[in-house]
C-alpha cells in the first residue's frame, strides 16, 4: 500500500484521528473507515450529489473532496442532520410526510443539499429550489414531491425560528 | 390472450377499519430519511476480496493473447480470472423467451468473454484482492491483445446484405422474426380512404437507477449467499443454479435496500454470477460494485426500436387498421429475456382505439452494443409513442380535430376484445380525457396560444391518450405454450398472525421503491381489524416465504396485493372460524369491524385478533379437525391482465431561436382502478412521467460509429433534474379492474407508456405555423433548431 498521511477531523461532532491514503475520498472515508453508510455513492462525475455532506457548514459532493481536505474540518453526514438521537431534522419531516422519496438512495444527498440551500436561502421559490437542487439527481419522484417537502421545511423552521425569537407571553 | 370474458372476480368488502384507500405515510421511510437503511455496497463481511473487473475496449473483437502476470503479482491482489478459468461453469446466460415455432438466436454469453468480445464493456478479467483502491491500479495492468474485427451499430445496416456478421455461427445479424396480427389487415389497408406512413425512431435510454449495481457473494460450507441490488432474488436463485450448477437449496439470494430499478435490475448479470463463482473459487466474500461507468457500459438498456407505422383511416375519422414493423436493436449478446420486449409493443398496439384490424411484425437485429431488455414500460412506451404521434399526424392529414378524431375511435365497451385476441378488463377513456380537458381548459390555452403567437412566443399543447396492459400475468398466457416464457407468472404471499395478535406478510415480490411494506400493510390491516403498524412487510430474501416472482411488468400490486389480500382473506375466515366457535355463532355471522372480530347485530361479543391467535397457538379448544396455528399461504396466478389507461396533456414552449423546449404544464389523469394508497399513485405518476420527459428532451445512448458509447457517464448522459422537470398536475378516475378482488391495476410504468408522444405532439403544436409536421426524440435544441430552419427554407 501506499504512503498514509495523518488527518484529524470531526464527524457528526465526534473527533476522529486517522491515516489515510492520500487519493482517499471523504466518501470512503466516511463509509468504509467510519461505517457512516448513509452517504451514497451514485456517480463518479460529481453529477448525481448522492455523496453530499457539510464540510464546515457548506454543502459539498464527498465524492470529489480529498479525505486529507477535510483534516481539521467538520463533517456533517445525515445521520448527524438531526439534533437528537431519536428526533428528525424538519426537512427529514418533511420528506417523510410528503413522500419525496421512493428508493431513497438520493435521499440522504439531497436533504442535505436542501439543509444548505436553507441555511442560504431560508424563504425559497419553487423556482429557487428546482435551481437549488439541480446537483441532485432522483430518478424516482419526478422532483415534484422533493420541492414541497423543500417548502414545507423551509415554512416549519421559519415559523420555528420566528417562535424562538418571539419572547414568551406570560 | 387473457381468456375472453375472462371471469369476474368475486368482490367482498373486506370490512376492517378502511385503511385501503388512505394516502398513509410510509413505513419504510424512517430508515430511508436517516441514512440507516442498508443497500448492497453498505454490506461488510470479514475478509472480502474486492472485485475490480477489466472490460473490453474494442466492440467486435477476438481476444487474441491476455497477461494476467504483472497484475497478479502485485500486493494485495489475490487472484485473477479470465474466461477461460470460469471453463467449469455449468451453463451460459439463460435467456427465457422460447416462443414456440419462433427460431431466436441465443448466443453463449458468459461473465467473461471466451476468445472474442461482442460489445464495448465487455467484461473479459477480474482482479479479486484485500482493497478496493487497489484492485482498480491492479485491473490495469491486465494486457489483453485483440484483433480488431468489422463492427456494425445501426441495426438496419446490420440487416443488409454484406455487413459485419456479429456471430458468424448464425451466418446472420436476424435474432428472430415474430409476428402478431387479427383482423383482416390486407383487406382494411385495401380499402382505406387514406393509409398514413410514418417511420419513427425510438432512441435508446438508460434505467439509470441512481444506486449502481452491485453484488456481494459469500460461499460457506457448501451454500451460497448472494446479496444484490436487484428485482429479482426468487428468479435469481434459479438462474445463479442453473449458470453455477449448485443445487437451488443450497443458494440464498437477498436483495437488501434497492436503490431504484426501472428494470435496469430485472436481470441476472454476469457479475452476480462472477462473484459468486469467486466466493466458491477463492473461499472468501467477494463484492463487486459498479461505477457509474460500469453501469452506463453494462447494465443494460432499453427502447431502440425503429418503427415503420401504417395507419389505414377512413375520411370520416374511422381508424380501421394499424400496421407496425418494428425493428429492435438486441445488441450483441442477450441477458435473460431481451428479445421478449420489442413483443409487448405488439400487446397495446391498438391502443385505445377500436382498429378493426392490427398487425404487429417484429425483427430482432444483433450489432455491436450492449443489450437491451426491459427498461420502464418494455416495449408498451414504444408502441403509446407510435400511435398517439400518428394520430396526431393523421388529423392533420384528415383535416379533423385531433381530439375529435381520438373520441371517435375511443373504445367503449368493456371487457373489449381486441383483434389480436387481448381482452381489456374496464375502462372510460372518455372519462380521463374529459378530466384531463377540464384540468387544461383549453378554450383559455387556445386563447393564450393565439395571444402569445402574435408576440412570437411559441407555445403548444399536446396529448397522449393510452392504455396499457400489465400484471404479469397470466402464466398460460405468457407461459412456455403461450408468449413462450420459461416460467410461470403467478405471485405469492403468506400472511402469519404471531402468538401476540400482530402480523408478518411475506411477498414473493421485491420492492425497491414502491412503498408496498406500507400499501400490503393497508390491504392486510383491513382483513385483519389491525392498525398498519402492527403488520411488518417482509421481501427480498429467498430463504423467508414462499417462491416468488419478484417485481417487474407493474405486477407487484395486481398480482402481489391480490396474493396478500387472498392469504389475508384465509387468515380473516380461519380466524372467523375460531371465533365463531367461542362465541357460539356461525362463522357466516362474525364480521371484522373497528378492530376485532365481531357476531354481526352484537358488537359487544367480539374477540380481538390477539385473542384469536391465542385459541390458534394454544389449541387446547379449536373447532373439530382445525390445525393449530394462524398462518396461512396464497399462489394468486390471475386470469387476465390489467389494463390501466389515462390521458396526459402537455403544454411547451419553445424559443424558436435556440430550439429549446420548455415544459409550461403537466396535466396527468390516470386510471389504475381502485387507489390502495393515492400518495404513492401520485408519486409513480410523478417519477414515471419524469422518466419520459427524459427520453422525449434529454437522454440518449449514444454510441459512434466503432461501437464506442460515447455517454458514458451523468456529464453525457442528460437525467434530468428539478430544473428540467416541471410541477405534475395529477388527478385519477377509477375504474375497478373485474380481475382481482382488489380492483386494482398496476401504475409504477403507466406514466412513462403515456408521457412521450405528450411531449413531441405539443412542440409540433407549438411549432405548427412554422411548418415543422414531424420531429424525431429527442427533442434537443440542436434538433428542434435544425427542423425550424429546415422548414423556413
Known amino acids: 500500500m501506499s504512503t498514509t498521511v495523518p488527518i484529524r477531523l470531526s464527524v457528526n461532532g465526534k473527533p476522529h484521528e486517522l491515516d489515510v491514503e492520500p487519493r482517499l475520498l471523504l466518501v470512503h472515508l466516511l463509509r468504509d473507515r467510519l461505517g457512516l453508510t448513509g452517504t451514497h455513492v451514485g456517480c463518479d462525475t460529481s453529477n448525481c450529489g448522492a455523496c453530499t455532506v457539510h464540510l464546515d457548514g457548506e454543502a459539498v459532493k464527498s465524492c470529489t473532496v480529498l479525505a486529507v481536505q477535510a483534516d481539521e474540518a467538520e463533517v456533517t453526514t445525515i445521520e448527524g442532520l438531526a439534533a437528537g438521537d431519536d428526533g428528525l431534522h424538519p426537512l427529514q419531516e418533511a420528506f417523510w410526510e410528503d413522500h419525496a422519496l421512493q428508493c431513497g438512495y438520493c435521499t440522504p444527498g439531497m436533504i442535505m443539499a436542501a439543509a444548505d440551500l436553507l441555511a442560504r436561502n431560508p424563504d425559497p421559490t419553487e423556482e429557487e429550489i428546482r435551481l437549488g437542487l439541480e446537483g441532485n439527481l432522483c430518478r424516482c419522484t419526478g422532483y415534484h414531491n422533493i420541492v414541497a417537502a423543500v417548502r414545507d421545511a423551509a415554512a416549519e423552521m421559519r415559523g420555528a425560528s420566528a417562535a424562538a425569537k418571539t419572547p414568551e407571553v406570560v | ?793
Open chain 2, 1 to 793: 390472450m387473457g381468456a375472453p370474458g375472462a371471469e369476474t372476480a368475486e368482490r367482498e368488502m373486506p370490512g376492517g377499519n378502511g385503511y385501503v384507500g388512505r394516502a398513509l405515510k410510509r413505513k419504510e421511510d424512517p430508515r430511508l430519511i436517516t441514512g440507516r437503511a442498508t443497500y448492497v455496497d453498505d454490506l461488510v463481511l470479514p475478509s472480502t476480496l474486492y472485485a475490480a473487473i477489466v472490460r473490453s475496449p474494442e466492440a467486435h473483437a477476438r481476444i487474441t493473447a491476455i497477461d494476467t502476470s504483472a497484475a497478479a503479482a502485485r500486493e494485495g491482489v489475490e487472484a485473477v480470472f479470465t474466461g477461460e478459468d470460469l471453463a467449469d461453469m455449468a451453463a451460459p446466460c439463460p435467456m427465457v423467451w422460447v416462443p414456440p415455432g419462433v427460431e431466436v438466436h441465443v448466443p453463449e454469453h458468459w461473465p467473461l468473454a471466451r476468445g472474442k468480445v461482442g460489445y464495448v464493456g465487455q467484461a473479459v478479467a477480474v482482479v479479486l484482492g484485500d482493497d478496493k483502491y487497489a484492485v482498480v491500479d491492479a485491473a490495469e495492468q491486465v494486457v489483453v491483445d485483440y484483433e480488431p474485427l468489422p463492427v456494425v451499430v445501426d441495426p438496419e445496416a446490420a440487416l443488409e446484405e454484406g455487413a459485419p456478421i456479429v456471430h458468424e455461427q448464425f451466418g446472420t445479424n436476424k435474432v428472430f422474426e415474430w409476428s402478431l396480427a387479427g383482423g383482416d389487415v390486407e383487406g382494411v389497408f385495401a380499402a382505406a380512404d387514406v393509409v398514413l406512413e410514418r417511420r419513427i425512431v425510438n432512441h435508446r435510454t438508460a434505467g439509470a437507477a441512481i444506486e449502481p449495481r452491485g453484488a456481494l457473494a459469500e460461499w460457506r460450507e457448501g451454500h451460497l449467499t448472494l446479496w444484490s441490488s436487484t428485482q429479482i432474488p426468487h428468479i435469481a436463485r434459479v438462474i445463479l443454479s442453473i449458470q453455477l450448477g449448485i443445487s437451488e437449496e443450497r443458494i440464498r439470494v437477498v436483495a437488501p435496500e434497492v436503490g431504484g430499478g426501472f428494470g435496469s435490475k430485472l436481470q441476472v448479470y454476469g457479475e452476480e454470477v462472477l462473484v459468486a463463482w469467486c466466493a466458491r473459487k477463492t473461499g472468501r466474500p467477494v463484492k463487486w460494485t459498479a461505477t457509474r461507468s460500469d453501469d452506463m457500459l453494462t447494465t443494460h438498456h432499453g427502447r431502440d426500436q425503429i418503427d415503420y407505422v401504417r395507419i389505414a383511416a377512413r375520411r370520416d375519422g374511422k381508424m380501421t387498421g394499424i400496421h407496425v414493423r418494428v425493428i429492435q436493436d438486441c445488441g450483441s449478446y442477450h441477458l435473460i429475456e431481451g428479445p421478449v420486449i420489442p413483443t409487448f409493443t405488439s400487446c397495446v398496439i391498438s391502443g385505445v382505439y377500436d382498429f378493426d384490424a392490427v398487425q404487429t411484425d417484429v425483427v430482432g437485429v444483433f450489432t455491436n452494443k450492449f443489450t437491451t431488455d426491459a427498461i420502464r414500460g418494455a416495449g408498451r412506451p414504444e408502441a403509446t409513442h407510435l400511435l398517439e404521434v400518428c394520430v396526431d399526424q393523421l388529423a392533420d392529414e384528415l383535416g379533423i380535430d385531433r381530439l375529435e378524431l381520438r373520441r371517435r375511435n375511443f373504445i367503449t365497451e368493456f371487457p373489449n376484445e381486441r383483434p389480436h385476441g387481448f381482452v381489456y378488463d374496464s375502462g372510460d377513456y372518455h372519462g380521463t380525457l374529459d378530466r384531463c380537458l377540464e384540468l387544461l381548459d383549453l378554450d383559455a390555452f387556445q386563447r393564450e396560444q393565439a395571444q402569445l403567437r402574435e408576440r412570437g412566443v411559441h407555445r403548444g399543447v399536446g396529448f397522449s391518450t393510452y392504455v396499457e396492459i400489465c400484471g404479469l400475468g397470466p402464466s398460460r398466457a405468457l407461459g412456455p405454450d403461450g408468449w413462450g416464457m420459461q416460467g410461470g407468472y403467478f405471485e405469492s404471499a403468506q400472511v402469519r398472525v404471531l402468538p401476540t395478535g400482530t402480523a408478518m406478510v411475506y411477498t414473493g415480490t421485491s420492492p425497491h421503491g414502491q412503498g408496498l411494506e406500507t400499501s400490503f400493510a393497508q390491504i392486510v390491516a383491513d382483513r385483519l381489524g389491525l392498525d398498519p403498524d402492527a403488520i411488518e412487510v417482509i421481501h427480498g430474501d429467498t430463504n423467508t416465504g414462499p417462491f416468488g416472482k419478484d417485481t417487474y411488468g407493474s405486477r407487484s400490486l395486481s398480482v402481489g396485493g391480490e396474493a396478500v389480500a387472498r392469504a389475508a382473506q384465509k387468515v380473516q375466515d380461519k380466524a372467523k372460524r375460531i371465533v365463531a366457535h367461542k362465541l357460539e355463532a356461525a362463522p357466516e355471522d362474525i364480521e371484522v369491524s373497528e378492530g376485532a372480530f365481531r357476531v354481526k347485530g352484537s358488537p359487544e361479543q367480539a374477540l380481538s385478533l390477539a385473542d384469536v391467535a391465542t385459541e390458534a397457538y394454544i389449541p387446547a379448544d379449536l373447532p373439530e379437525g382445525m390445525e393449530a396455528g394462524l398462518d396461512e399461504i396464497c399462489f394468486y396466478d390471475p386470469d387476465n391482465f390489467v389494463w390501466p389507461f389515462g390521458a396526459h396533456a402537455c403544454v411547451t414552449e419553445v424559443d424558436v431561436e435556440t430550439g429549446r423546449v420548455e415544459i409550461v404544464r403537466w396535466i396527468a389523469v390516470d386510471d389504475c382502478g381502485r387507489a390502495v394508497n393515492p400518495k404513492l399513485i401520485d408519486g409513480q405518476v410523478h417519477g414515471g412521467a419524469a422518466h419520459a420527459i427524459g427520453q422525449a428532451l434529454y437522454e440518449q445512448i449514444r454510441y459512434d460509429e466503432n461501437g464506442q458509447l460515447v455517454t458514458g457517464t451523468f456529464v453525457d448522459y442528460g437525467l434530468p433534474t428539478a430544473a428540467e422537470i416541471p410541477s405534475f398536475e395529477t388527478a385519477r378516475t377509477e375504474t375497478p379492474s373485474p380481475t382481482n378482488t382488489l380492483g386494482v391495476k398496476g401504475v409504477g410504468e403507466a406514466a412513462t407508456i403515456a408521457a412521450t408522444p405528450a411531449i413531441v405532439n405539443s412542440v409540433l403544436d407549438a411549432l405548427r405555423p412554422l411548418g415543422v409536421s414531424y420531429l424525431d426524440m429527442p427533442l434537443t435544441p440542436e434538433r428542434v433548431w435544425a427542423a425550424i430552419q429546415e422548414a423556413r427554407r
